[in-house]
């Protein structure tokens, strides 16, 4: 039991560990012997939990996927449909802003790196898309039936132009390294949800 | 003078060519050696023309940017400003779709890819949301001021949030191989301009 516990714990760190280097370089840029050096494990027990690079990039998108799913459903705070999901973007923004625009959106960058290449890779990002998308979805239907949204689109299309534009917003602040290009999305979001 | 010209018609073909792998596997998993491999030219006839794979990859991110800026330009078609917007917003969605969403932007996966490290791509590509979002904000400020925007906000903040809502449908259609992604976000887009 003990053992088991900690080979969790070895796993864990493994993941948090290499999720650092994947921000910064990306998957293709990250070699074996890099995450060897970064985790501080031995070569036998990285292969003990982990069949090979493509699997602990897996396992490391599934593990951000499963953090960014809980932070997600703690973000829709408000007293109405709008404002939660205009809060839900804030805390998005105030995430990246902690990390002052370094890294990005390990999804958005996985999609571009990934997703023409690697099926296994791809499925996952596609999960976390349609998840955020249908969340965003459920509160503007909701809004849409209250009668207090006021853009002339469905709900499930604009719950996608949301999305998009928070990860494109999130790729031009990582660029500029200036926090308003994603601040002045958020804007426009918020102007088209009436908050 | 002869000579001049094949030379330039090597650069360029080194350069159409070596893009068509860059926007396929990305910078840091293209070598030197799929360079010639794709372009067939000898390494002293690659290290004539370019310093090495970074001054290549900078080469090819000028090329593209000159022939984006050109596309860019003949593509603010109609009326009125708003619909020039939305006709140019619409030709990127064209062009994406020929292409079968494989691929993406070269300059959001460069943006993605390379914006942390290293501070000359990232130079570039900053160059070029500039000038996307400037060309964009011309038109919106016609717009506002003949009184035909009605969304409230200002014309720069409303074309960065463009530029981005682009860019991250651009992303979705490529993971999802789906073009009613990045077709969702230019319908929102048209509900905003009022087009």
Redo the contacts between chains.
Sequence with gaps: MAQTKKGEMTRDHILKTTRAILM???F??TSINDIIKVTGVTKGNLYYHFAGKEDIGLAVLEDVKEEFFKFLAESFIGDTPCAKVANSCQAIFEEQKKNNF???CLF??A???M???NPRF?KV??SV?AHWIREIDHYLSLAKEGHSLH???SP???A??I???????I??S???KDQA?LE??L???R??LGE
Excluded: P, Q, W
Aim: proline share 0%; hydrophobic share 40%.
């Design positions: 910064a370089n990306g293709h840029d370094v890294g990005g958005g960058n999609a571009l790196e997703s023409d290449s791809s990002i596609r898309c853009v002339n689109v499930g299309m604009l996608k132009a999305v998009a534009t928070i990860e494109g917003g790729m031009l990582r660029v500029t290009d002045d999305c804007t426009v979001i102007a088209m």
